[in-house]
């Protein structure tokens, strides 16, 4: 079974080296890096750990680059597709617990979640993900508890159906738009949470908490469409 | 009409001038067919309201509005309104081929750079 880990990444340079040294040592050999117009050096890193880099010229947002990668892990004919963040807050080690429902046939997508257990994560984010949650399941009709997880596991079936529009932040939620619409089986796994300043002030493309309520918004505005 | 009052014929002067901006700009092709006629409409009518206020006052009555001027507000907020949203719509139509062509240019140049030697 063709496992390809896709990792996005936009000005990565401190943690990159560290990220794709972790997945090498859990067993991980294809890896993806989308350089998403870095102005650093992520993707000269990144090469030089033997990884494939495409980089896209200028920032299109995460949304884009995972929508690049997962174009990718279809091309090159993968069973199983992972996206990994490349700020260091996902374990390598957890992949595996991650992808057994997809090598079960239990489910079409995983996601692992920072908050099936409780008190992981900072008070104010976990808040925010809960609004979130509750305004993916309003719009979309699938309940998860972590909408916006980065780590998440495809297998062949859903990698075909879903169809990623969203260029930015909103994309995590609207995986699960693609889950309702092409009747794809969902489940979760638990994960640790692992909050750093680095990651929190990354995470969120270095808005903060405001840029959640900008997100949000935009899912709104989306419906009008 | 009686005379004609400054602000009449600054308006007046505004308005012929887009509107040969109009029929320029479909002789030289750059606004499609519907475009000419929409804005044509829109910039004629302004030119009749223009010189002839009182009979905007008279239409305006027909939809139960007191003043001309108030109905010309009315229907340019909303038409202001549909012209915003179309314009989100494009840009985001826009947006969405900008990160298509990124997307397709980052597979290309990685086949190239990335095949194993």
């Given amino acids: 079974m063709k496992i390809l880990v896709i990792v996005p990444a936009f000005n990565e340079q401190e943690k990159i080296g560290a990220v794709l040294d972790d997945l090498a040592a859990n067993g991980f050999r294809d890896i993806v890096v989308i350089n998403d117009g870095s102005g650093d050096q992520t993707a000269d890193i990144a090469r030089r750990k033997g990884k494939p880099v495409l980089t896209h ?12 990668g997962l174009e990718y892990a279809r091309k090159n004919g993968f069973d ?25 046939g239990q489910s079409d997508m995983v996601i692992g979640s920072r908050l099936i257990e409780d008190g992981r994560m900072p008070r104010d984010r976990e808040i925010l993900n809960w609004l979130s949650n ?41 995986f699960f738009r693609e889950v309702k619409r092409n009747g794809l089986r969902f489940s979760e796994i638990p994960i ?6 680095y990651s929190r002030q ?4 270095g808005f903060g908490n405001l840029n959640a309520v900008r997100v949000a918004f935009k899912m709104l505005l989306r419906i009008f469409r | 009409m009686s005379s004609i009052i400054i602000i009449q014929l600054i308006l007046l002067l505004f308005l012929l001038f887009a509107l040969s901006r109009v029929f320029l700009r479909f002789r030289g092709g750059q606004i499609k067919y519907k475009e000419f006629i929409f804005w044509s409409v829109v910039f004629v009518s302004a030119i009749f309201g223009v010189l002839f206020p009182g009979e905007t006052t008279r239409l305006a009555r027909l939809f139960g509005i007191g003043r001309g001027a ?4 009315y229907v340019s907020i909303i038409v202001l309104f549909y012209l915003i949203f179309r314009a989100y719509v494009l840009m985001e139509n826009l947006s969405h081929q900008i990160t298509e062509l990124v997307r397709k240019i980052a597979l290309e140049n990685g086949n190239k750079a990335n095949k194993p030697k």
């Fill in chain 1, 80 to 104: 199983i597709a992972v996206t990994f963040d490349a700020d260091g807050q996902h374990r390598a080690a957890d992949i595996k617990r991650l992808i057994s429902p997809l090598i079960s």
């Fill in chain 1, 202 to 205: 990354k995470g969120q493309e």
């Fill in chain 1, 134 to 174: 509750i305004l993916t399941y309003l719009l979309y009709g699938v309940w998860t508890t972590d909408s916006q997880s980065g780590l998440r596991a495809f297998n062949k079936k859903a990698l075909t159906l879903i169809n990623i529009k969203t260029d930015r932040m909103e994309v995590s939620s609207e």
């Fill in chain 1, 57 to 68: 010229i200028i920032n299109r947002g995460l949304g884009a680059a995972l929508g690049s």
């Fill in chain 2, 70 to 73: 108030d109905l010309v507000i």
């Fill in chain 1, 192 to 197: 640790p949470a692992i909050y750093t300043d």
